[in-house]
């Protein structure tokens, strides 16, 4: 079993929905929680911090950690063509550990 | 405030050559980051270094892989002899010590072993 899990979709959705993107995990240490954003041919791009528990907004975005279930969210409010991605959830137990990532979650939203 | 630099962008090789890959970090960064990504998979890292000194290579295949880090800035990454499995983008990144909210990746290295 992965220490991280994440749907590889693809999920398509119309432009203006909302998205919701997971991961589950299975180390319990771990607190430090990103998502990257990664275009087709380009490295990833931080999108979404967030340390231990609780709820994160930045704009369109929402990020969203349970620990007591070993899983994370990343929400997309009005979604547009140019959110067209791969997510990757990423984790580690402290700053000085490495990043697992999840395998991704190509999002396709459409005009 | 210039990202990550990575070069070659693409690189094509015959199986048994060698090929090295060059990395700038963001300036400032203490932290350095190769990583190996496969199609269709989230980036795994191959090594970490803290300044000079490589802290976690547990991950990179000692036989054909080597990295270096001088003097705490840029870095080379190298494979020989090269290996079809070895097709894969590799992925530079850098970041504050002990900062993960900071680190940022270079656009990678396509790599195609044939």
Known sequence: ?111 | EAGVVQSPRYKIIEKKQPVAFWCNPISGHNTLYWYLQNLGQGPELLIRYENEEAVDDSQLPKDRFSAERLKGVDSTLKIQPAELGDSAVYLCASSLSGRPDTQYFGPGTRLTVL
Not at chain 1, 35 to 57: A, D, I, V
Not at chain 1, 65 to 92: E, G, N
Request: aromatic share 14%.
């Open chain 1, 1 to 111: 079993q992965k220490e991280v899990e994440q749907d590889p979709g693809p999920l398509s959705v119309p432009e203006g929905a909302i998205v919701s993107l997971n991961c589950t995990y299975s180390n319990s240490a771990f607190q430090y929680f990103m998502w990257y954003r990664q275009y087709s041919r380009k490295g990833p791009e931080l999108l979404m911090y967030t340390y231990s528990s609780g709820n994160k907004e930045d704009g369109r975005f929402t990020a969203q950690v349970d620990k007591s279930s070993k899983y994370i969210s990343l929400f997309i409010r009005d979604s547009q063509p140019s959110d067209s991605a791969t997510y990757l959830c990423a984790m580690s137990a402290t700053g000085f550990q490495k990043l697992v990532f999840g395998t991704g979650t190509r999002l396709l939203v459409s005009p």
